[in-house]
């Protein structure tokens, strides 16, 4: 009896154990980086910041930016939703997406804001979502808008990086959000942009 108390309190411990270090403590990104700026403002001129909060998007759209941290010291990024392209138009006429699905392009811009070199391929952590909550990610295509992001990008802290992201979606998917993710995905940190 007291063995089987014993295994069930181990058990039990392990569980919890094994709780905790799924709980990574991710979080979603959605503030521009004006308006946490406005945030923390001090609120020498009351009335002032009010209007200007009011005046400010609640949460990121396109041409907004969002400041992102990665797993290492010292990485971080400010990350720009510069443009969409929906649908987007292959630039090579052998790489159309299925029946039935489209493209949609989504350019970012990214500026090493931290002290590490940021090194990764970009396309791996992002994503988009339609207004149904289905997630898409991100595909290997060229399309007509502009270059594409580079499959393996290197930043030195002060560098950008400038380039499309191509998903493929149902024809019916109407694009809701896009994300993106410090580290092929495995940051803590994701940033959300509304498209709508």
Sequence with gaps: MHARIGIAAAAAAIGALALTACDTGSTVVDKP???AAA???SGKDATKGTKEKSSAPEVAKVGDTLTLKGMEDGSRLDVTVVKVADPAKSADEFMEPESGKRFVGVQFKLVNTGKAVYSDSPSN????ADSEGQQFDSTIADITAGPSMSSSLTLKPGAKG???IVFEVPEASKIDTVQFTMDSGFADQTG???LQ
Excluded: C, F, Q, Y
Excluded at 125 to 128: D, H, T, V
């Design 33 to 35: 980086k004006g308006n």
């Design 39 to 41: 945030e923390a403002d």
């Design 125 to 128: 952590g992002a994503r988009i």
């Design 162 to 164: 400038l380039g499309w």
């Design 192 to 194: 959300e942009w509304k």
